[in-house]
């Protein structure tokens, strides 16, 4: 009886100590990931984007949480730009032409947003990859691209109007542009603190 309370009890405490381990290591990851989202706007939606990449992964570099950053960008600028297409097909369905002119416009400033940050996404890949005398030129398009989509964000969130989408339907477009624009904001911070440190790294004058 004895020794079977013993081996409970060492099971118990190993488990204790597995349990402890993977907290410890979720609130370092946590640290880690707040210090690298210091610099963003939109902060605590920074932590939330990367963070579970961290816990799965480990610590990962400046460039791949930029990546990681407009990658998260890019998903939901798509997902955005298939949600309005749906209310502008619905508009044009109601013939409701001055609404559908106005979603449609956003659509065609989305997909130019999914373009460009498609893009971005590509030129950040190609960084180190092609000598360093190429990296200002990679930087410069990203920073580019990254701007003109949150530039193409803040534009349909302003061009939402109109008295026959709903308020409803209204807030929840303004609400997924929103997010668009925040991650492109946050995309732009971890390119930018990647992009100093990758300076410093390679002794990169600015110009």
């Not at 990296?135 to 003109?148: R, Y």
């Not at 492109?184 to 004058?205: P, V």
Request: hydrophobic share 40%; net charge positive.
């Amino acid at each position: 009886m004895a020794q079977l309370f013993l081996s409970f009890l060492v099971i118990c405490l190993t488990i204790f100590g597995l349990s402890t381990n993977i907290v410890e290591s979720r609130s370092r990851a946590r640290m880690y990931i707040e210090l690298q989202c210091r610099s963003s706007i939109y902060s605590d939606l920074c932590v939330q984007t990367l963070l579970p990449y961290v816990s799965k992964t480990g610590v990962l570099s400046p460039q791949l949480l930029a990546q990681i950053s407009l990658a998260s960008c890019l998903s939901k600028a798509r997902f955005t730009k298939t949600y309005l297409n749906m209310v502008a097909k619905k508009l044009n369905e109601t013939k409701n032409s001055g609404n559908y002119l106005a979603i449609e416009d956003c659509v065609h400033q989305i997909n130019d947003g999914v373009n460009q940050i498609t893009q971005s996404y590509k030129e950040l890949q190609q960084i180190g990859k092609d000598g360093d005398e190429n990296f200002m030129w990679h930087e410069s398009n990203v920073l580019s691209w990254v701007g003109a989509a949150l530039t193409d964000a803040s534009t349909c969130i302003d061009g939402i109007l109109g008295d026959d989408i709903s308020r409803r339907e209204q807030a929840m477009i303004k609400a997924r542009l929103l997010n668009v624009k925040q991650l492109a904001s946050n995309s732009l911070a971890m390119f930018n603190r990647f992009t100093i440190r990758y300076r410093a790294s390679r002794g990169i004058k600015n110009p």
